[in-house]
């Protein structure tokens, strides 16, 4: 690509008045005037000016406003709950998806499942995805 600095030479139009015909000499400029230098004036176009991306500010009636971005992936209420029911020892009582309901407190938690500690049976490792809902175990009414 040419540097946008560069020059060419270009003619100039000749000057005419009424009285002056364009073959007449006096019409005409010297040779050494004949050429001048004119600079090309070329914009660079970067793709980065005319696209506008996502998170950029906008502007709207002269205040600016920016893009809210994508809400947060956790907020953080389920470990909240959990953290709460096993600081207490909470009897809980979780209804899995095919209807069995298993009561217990909540020993510990991770992302994919929960442990349950049973009074007279076996702990439990249930995986997150096969619970249904949970309620605490003085709370009759289920939601």
């Known amino acids: 690509m040419k540097d946008g600095m560069e ?3 270009a003619r100039r139009a000749p ?5 002056d015909s364009p073959r007449s000499s006096e019409a005409r400029p ?6 001048i230098n ?3 004036i070329r914009p660079s176009l970067n793709r980065g000016h005319f696209e506008r ?4 500010e906008r502007t709207n009636g002269g205040t600016a406003l ?3 971005g994508a809400p947060a992936e956790q907020t953080h209420a389920e470990s909240f709950y959990y953290q709460k ?3 207490s020892r909470t009897t809980m009582v979780i209804v899995l998806k095919d209807g069995e309901e298993i009561q217990g407190w909540i020993e510990w ?3 994919n499942c929960i442990k349950v500690n049973r009074n007279g049976q076996p702990n439990l490792l249930i995986y997150k995805l096969n619970i249904k809902y949970m309620y605490k175990a003085g709370e009759n009414q289920r939601r």
């Open 53 to 56: 991306s996502d998170n950029r």
């Open 7 to 9: 020059s060419t030479a």
């Open 85 to 87: 029911q096993m600081q």
């Open 109 to 111: 938690y991770d992302r």
């Open 38 to 40: 004119r600079k090309l």
């Open 66 to 68: 920016q893009k809210k």
């Open 15 to 19: 000057e005419l008045t009424e009285t």
């Open 30 to 35: 010297s040779e050494q005037e004949e050429f």
